[in-house]
């Protein structure tokens, strides 16, 4: 595949994405402590592409049982790394989170990076898998073993609106 075809098929990673979306939450009560308790709840997301298909953005609403908020994501390629870089940001905090980076391969994206978690240093991923026209599944995980392990602490259900 030449650069200028590899180029081309990135701008359309997130095709898929681009749209309205129910969404149902699976978020762990709490994280990194042993806890097996889930909170559900549902929300929805909107996603558009900016930047030519370079970029998108979504608008998240969470209907979290101690409280409703709005985030956003923010996702841009870098053609120099070939990589991804998402940010997530809600109105909860005025701060925004370090990107996850990474890609997708054989049908899944996997995005990640170094963060905290109260106060502790850890090692963050966001997947998404089972894409379909109509269906994705989104998950979180940390580790605070640099990787070696793993504790799924969120996923979600996206089903097309």
């Known amino acids: 595949m030449s650069e200028a075809e590899d ?16 969404v149902r939450h699976h978020r762990l009560k ?19 592409p900016t930047l030519n298909g370079f970029g998108n953005m979504d608008d998240n609403w969470l209907d979290l049982p101690a409280g409703a908020y709005r985030a ?19 109105e909860r905090s005025n701060s925004l989170e370090p990107p996850v980076r990474g890609g997708f391969h054989d049908g899944v994206g996997r ?3 170094d963060d905290t978690f109260n106060g502790r240093a850890i ?3 966001f ?6 026209a109509n269906s994705a599944r989104w998950e979180q995980a940390f580790s605070a073993d640099g990787g070696a392990t793993w504790e799924v602490n969120w996923w979600m259900e996206f089903t097309r609106a």
Request: proline share 2%; net charge negative.
């Open 123 to 125: 090692r963050v991923y």
């Open 30 to 48: 709490e994280r990194l402590v042993g806890s097996t308790e889930w909170d559900e709840f549902d929300g929805a997301c909107t996603m558009v």
């Open 7 to 22: 180029l081309e098929r990135h701008r359309h990673d997130w095709d898929w994405l681009i749209g309205s979306w129910n």
């Open 127 to 132: 997947q998404w898998s089972e894409i379909t």
């Open 72 to 90: 956003m994501a923010v996702r841009v390629f870098n053609p120099e790394t070939r990589l991804w870089s998402i940010w997530w940001f809600d």
């Open 111 to 113: 995005f990640e990076a």
